[in-house]
């Protein structure tokens, strides 16, 4: 009875002893696991390359538009900004003085930039768009990474002793194509690198329209508007007309003189082929 205790005890001293060593690899594993969940989470996430662009549409009085449009060229050259185009129309008869100001300026200074142009007018309309361009950044460097590998790799067969002409005319022309293709590649990192690292603003001045119907005076005063300008209209057309028939005037005059004379000798020839023959002398 003792020997069967003894062996059933010693059974059971296995069995935790088993049970303790996977409890402890379980602990292990777990937490080999946790730990990289761990490095996972503390993990940065990636760099994204966003394009921001801002459109602004200001109102300014139309005495202020001038100097605003100039002092936001100029404010923009005491900060990190670019400017990529500007224009300025004045006042016609179809339309009203605006301006455009398109620029590119660092994230640091956008506020700065904002703050100055809220100050010289009425901000009618603020719209922002943002493109996510991250996939052509990566696939760009990707791109120029292994160009270049392969245009240092075609220089170090080119530099062999051991090649022929052939191979060395085949070397040349596969590296020229290579360098230019990274060329490419290179340009096109620049233009999104502008995109991404820079924020477009595009700012458009504009005067408020005068209301039709503000007034009596105010209608008067377009009408008479109106009709000085149809008055300079109609006297331009009958000048533009004038100058038009002038030179055939030294044709139809002549032709005009020739033609009478000619008609005049007609009809006193008709008139004397059917003038009645004189009476004889004598007769009563």
Known sequence: MSRRFLVLSCAAII???????YAKKGSSFSGYMDSSKMA??????PQRYVAERHKLDIITPESDLQKAWESTIAHCGTIKCELVSSSITTRTEDSQPAGMISLRVLPDDLSN???FVE?????AQHTTERQDKTTQVVDTEAKIKNLTAFRDNLRTMLAKQTATVKDLV????QLTDTQSEL???TTQRKILANETEKIAVEISFRVERRDMHAGGFAQIW???RESGSILADSTA???TTIVAIIPWLFLIVPLGWLLGKAWKKLRLRRSGAVSPPSSPAGLS
């Open 119 to 123: 100050k010289l007018g009425k901000i």
């Open 15 to 21: 069995s935790i002893m088993a049970g303790c060593s």
């Open 237 to 239: 057309s009958l000048i």
């Open 170 to 173: 085949e070397i040349q022309k």
């Open 40 to 45: 996972v989470v503390f993990a940065g996430p």
């Open 183 to 185: 060329d490419s590649e």
């Open 113 to 115: 930039l904002l703050a």
């Open 222 to 224: 377009n009408a008479l």
